[in-house]
């Protein structure tokens, strides 16, 4: 510490268009990944009206911790490792016991094509996420990276801390889930 104040150390080289702080650094990932980590959330069960403010706390959560994000892996099996824990831990909490969740059908609007594609697709999406609340949160997790995230097993198993052959387990074990869950689903007219 110095009269001044802390003592800085000389700072690196900046490459061009490298983030000069961590809140800039912090910014591009948030602007980058905050639709991801939406869609994420929603695929583990979170209710529309939720997600927002779990989102928020994702990121607080990323903020807090950015300095355990390894740049030379994909920073996505991270931001899901985290968005997992925020909605398992919001589903723990007493108001959320008591509730039943369905599927809400508010979601983002955004500019995509004719409403008649955008109905089949919803509703095909509602279908996804209906079968994905009937299966375990630790199988789920896996079925979401892997199948619908298209990461890599390793990565996977990285980023919920389990061993990669208990990673490959659990995706077994989620797609025979998602397919019953999706005969549930058309079974009571779902689909």
């Known amino acids: 510490m110095t009269a001044l104040g802390p003592r800085r150390d000389p ?4 490459q061009p268009g490298a983030p ?3 809140e800039e650094a912090f910014r591009r990932v948030f602007d980058a990944e905050i639709a991801y980590v939406w869609r994420t959330l929603r695929s583990l069960g979170v209710p529309a009206r939720d997600v927002e403010d779990l989102a928020h706390d994702v990121f607080v959560t990323v903020f807090r911790r950015w300095d355990d994000i390894d740049p030379a892996r994909p920073i996505r099996p991270w931001l899901f490792g985290v ?3 925020v909605a398992t831990a919001d589903r723990r909490l007493a108001r959320n016991q008591r509730e039943r969740f369905g599927v809400d059908v ?4 955004d500019e995509a094509p004719p409403a008649d594609e955008q109905l089949a697709s919803k509703k095909a999406w509602e279908v996804v996420l209906q079968a994905l609340e009937g299966i375990e949160i630790g199988r789920r997790a896996v079925l979401i ?7 890599a097993m390793r990565d996977v198993a990285d ?17 025979e889930d998602f397919r019953q869950a999706i005969q549930r689903v ?3 007219g779902g689909l």
């Open 11 to 14: 700072q690196p080289a900046e």
């Open 20 to 22: 000069r702080s961590k």
């Open 83 to 85: 968005a997992l824990r």
């Open 106 to 109: 508010h979601e983002l609007v």
């Open 145 to 151: 990276l892997h199948d619908l995230d298209g990461f």
């Open 159 to 175: 980023a919920l801390s389990i061993p990669t052959n208990t990673a490959y387990s659990r995706l077994r074990l989620a797609r």
């Open 186 to 188: 058309r079974a009571r």
